[in-house]
């Protein structure tokens, strides 16, 4: 057998043994942490479905967001959501556009969404810090404040889903099975 071919037999059986013993050192895996239990798990599972599944018990109505958006908002979607140093909340053209102007009215589709991107990431400083019943107050203020609810209406877990926000015919829902 020529030189060659007996270096390359040594090399494939060297990376054969190689790989073998890698895989039986990490077969249990790397043995880090432990394993989520579901009170863990629990904390992060606040997701909320188009339809209203998962929404938290409580409610609020605008009158209570606004004080609450004058006090934790304000400072970057400025006075009345109209903008700042963060996007514009209220208002905005009728049609949102790639160049800008997606504001709740003209581009979200669903309220629920709102409740749970202000619940999950607001305020920028300190997300996941306020209640339930602040989430739905300053719910219930932005979409007063675009004329999609009236002033005097409180929302909660059953009105919320029910408000039908303009451009929602304007979305594909990729797997509407799953909802």
């Not at 043994?17 to 990490?26: D, E, K, N, Y």
């Not at 009345?80 to 979200?108: V, Y």
């Not at 602040?134 to 203020?141: D, G």
């Amino acid at each position: 057998m020529s030189m060659r071919k007996v270096s390359m037999r040594k090399l494939a059986l060297g990376a054969v043994v190689a790989t073998s013993a890698w895989g039986l050192a990490f077969a249990d895996g790397p043995k880090l942490g432990k394993p989520i239990s579901p009170s863990d798990l629990s904390a992060w599972d606040i997701n909320v479905l188009p339809d209203g599944t998962n929404l938290p018990p409580g409610s609020g109505k605008a009158a209570d967001g606004a004080k609450i958006f004058a006090e934790k908002c304000a400072l970057c979607h400025g006075d009345n959501g109209k903008g700042g140093i963060a996007g514009e909340l209220i208002g905005g053209p009728p049609k949102a556009s790639l160049d800008g102007g997606k504001t709740i009215a003209n581009f979200w589709p669903a309220s629920t969404t709102l409740f749970d991107y202000i619940r999950r990431a607001m305020p920028y400083n300190a997300p996941r810090s306020l209640s339930d019943q602040e989430v739905y107050a300053l719910t219930a203020y932005l979409l007063a404040a675009n004329k999609l609810i009236g002033e005097g209406e409180e929302i909660d877990a059953k009105s919320l889903p029910k408000v039908q926000m303009p451009n929602r015919d304007n979305f594909i829902i990729r797997f509407p099975d799953r909802i």
